[in-house]
């Protein structure tokens, strides 16, 4: 086991006296290591918050995160980076960076201040290039590239931050990585390179992916274990052939299961 949630609730901070709704309501799941488990959800269900707890971004209000046995409000943020990546829905940039300064930005968490990127930082750069498919892209500008790219070197951005080994070109980066509607802004083509890239990384490198989307076809074809959320709370999980059922589906996203019926074929 991986990441272990249990009970875990949350609520926004409003300033008011009576106590703010829960966005997140006694949820508990298991991510065990090497899986991909997806979070599914209409918007406004909790998802990205939820996936806020799960990488340490928030604390949860009641409930208990473990992370590999270890309490993951007891662990440093810089343990916590060595362990655990992020790929925001967007990402916006101040600059025209390049992919491979962009790629190693991922390396930030493991330098000291003042200390500037090193051969090994540059070779786990170079490694997430290739693991992405991206390496032909490293001297592009960031704007430059099409939706489905940009998406590619920012996940290569979260398996450079993960790669703490820096010697085999093999070398598989560690820990969780975490998405957030991956392929929300994307066209069809691009969806379907990044769910392919995101198996073949589970499947060739071992990498655990924990992920977030309202996309049934998209969950059935990556995940092996979904996580129904509705109104911050788990209405059901288990195997997509469990969860990703016409009456489920209908009652996650409050639609008839006749017109739900033909989006699983």
Not at 142 to 161: C, D, N
């Amino acid at each position: 086991m991986l990441l272990d949630a249990v009970d875990l609730e949350f609520a926004y901070r409003t300033g008011r006296r009576s106590a703010p709704p829960l966005v997140v309501d006694g949820v508990s799941l298991h991510v065990d290591a090497g899986s991909i488990v997806g979070i599914l959800g209409p918007n406004g269900s909790g998802k990205t918050t939820l996936l806020k707890l799960l990488s340490g971004a928030l604390g949860p209000t009641a409930g208990r995160i473990l992370f590999d046995g270890r309490d993951l409000a007891s662990m440093s943020r810089r343990a916590l980076a060595d362990h655990v990546a992020v790929v925001p829905q967007e990402t916006h940039l101040a600059f025209d960076y390049t992919v491979l300064e962009i790629v190693l930005m991922g390396r930030y968490s493991k330098l000291g201040a003042f200390e500037i990127e090193g051969p090994d930082d540059l070779a786990s750069a170079g490694r997430a290039l290739d693991a992405t498919g991206s390496r032909h892209l490293a001297d592009r500008a960031f704007p430059t590239l099409s939706g489905g790219e940009k998406q590619r070197v920012i996940i290569a951005s979260a398996l450079a931050q993960l790669d703490m080994r820096g010697t085999t070109a093999n070398a598989a980066p560690r820990g969780l990585l975490v998405l957030d509607e991956p392929t929300a802004s994307l066209d069809l083509k691009y969806q379907l390179e990044v769910a392919a890239l995101l198996t073949r990384l589970n499947r060739t490198r071992g990498m655990t992916v924990l992920l977030s989307t309202h996309d049934l076809r998209f969950a059935a074809s990556v995940c092996q274990h979904v996580v129904l959320l509705s109104r911050g709370r788990v209405l059901a999980q288990g195997t997509p052939a469990e969860t990703l059922t016409p009456s489920l589906v209908s009652t996650l996203y409050d639609i008839e299961a006749g017109v739900v019926a033909p989006l699983l074929a």
